[in-house]
């Protein structure tokens, strides 16, 4: 019993000790230990990003990072941190600002601010904004911090796909050349490289598509259907939506065409994904400029329309006491569009009808 007793003070007195080491720390220390914990909710994201859509890992960063800022205000390391986050969750003028904050704070001496802010304006479509901050961050990179292979990969990335937005092919070919040169040396700081090296290499078959080298465009989308990563189901339906494209119009190849337009939208049936939608529709649009009778459109359409038909009745299901009109209209717009003469649109039409209007 008296051993009990002792172990039991010991624990308390280690205890307090904890605390009173706490609550003595500067607000500075407090800031830099909670940056350290929301790095590591945000770590966890990263991981499980393209697997899972669950985002409750990042609303616990974006607590952390908070708190920092409020006990120091001046830390340009919670600003660009939970500028990230708010990026992740596509609020994209939040990270905007913090992303200003952070560079008011530091001064234009650190590179990878102005990637982080060139990445939010790519995002917010904002082209000439995010390619001026990568080229502000590469010349950091050259003069201050040296090059960190890994930071450029993403550098380069943004900035390829922002000339690409803009029509400037070949300089978006050039720069997607430059962040596989730099994979093909190996990463060391990103997370699922070959999801990222999957993308750029996407992305570089759509730039040689651009400038008609067909047989380059259908090597990297290849390459992405065989990459053996962890891809989102996205990735892969493009590449085979790009690669039909390649086949079709570039080398005349009708049947190769039809096919892996039809791969695409399989695989989007099939594995979902945040493009799924916008995939199918342009399957479906393409593959009836190419010919209304195709054997594609004879075995999806009906797939496709109940695909459709699945997510409405799923919306009314799930948002019963706050019914939200404009989505279910929206699903069905798209149901018409792959076949307007689909009995299930009357039937969604009657279910609509029949719940009660609760807007949200």
Known sequence: MKRVFIIIFILGIFIILIFYCYYNLSPQQKAEKLIKKGDKFFEKYEVCEDIVSDTSELLLALKCYTKAIQLSPYNYEAHTARGR????????????????????????????????????????NQYQKAIDDCNKALELKTIIDHIDKDDCIEIYYFRGQSYYQLGYYQKALDDFNKSIDIF??????????????????????????????YHNAIDDCIKVINNNGVLDADIKAWAYYHLGLSYYYGLGESQKGIYNLYRAAVLSLEMGG???????????????????????????????????????????????????????????????????????IQKLMDKIYAEPKKKK
Do not use: H
Not at 194 to 209: G, Q, S
């Open 184 to 213: 093909k040396s190996g990463t060391e700081t990103i997370v699922f490289p070959e999801v990222l090296e999957a993308e750029v290499c996407l992305a570089r078959a759509l730039c040689y598509y651009k400038l008609k080298q």
């Open 274 to 344: 945040s493009d799924a939608d916008t995939i199918l529709l342009s399957v479906f649009d393409e593959i009836k400029k190419i010919d209304t009778s195709s054997w594609v459109i004879g075995k999806l359409s009906q797939k496709a329309v109940e695909y459709f038909y699945r997510k409405a009745f799923s919306e009314i299901e799930e948002i019963y006491n706050r019914y939200d009109e404009k989505r279910i209209t929206e699903y069905m717009e798209k149901m018409k569009r792959i076949d307007p003469s689909s009995p299930l």
């Open 85 to 124: 986050v708010y990026n992740k969750l596509g609020q994209y003028q939040k990270a905007i600002d913090n992303a200003n904050e952070a560079i008011k704070i530091i001064g234009n001496n650190l590179s990878r601010l102005y990637r982080n802010r060139g990445s939010v304006y790519w995002n917010l």
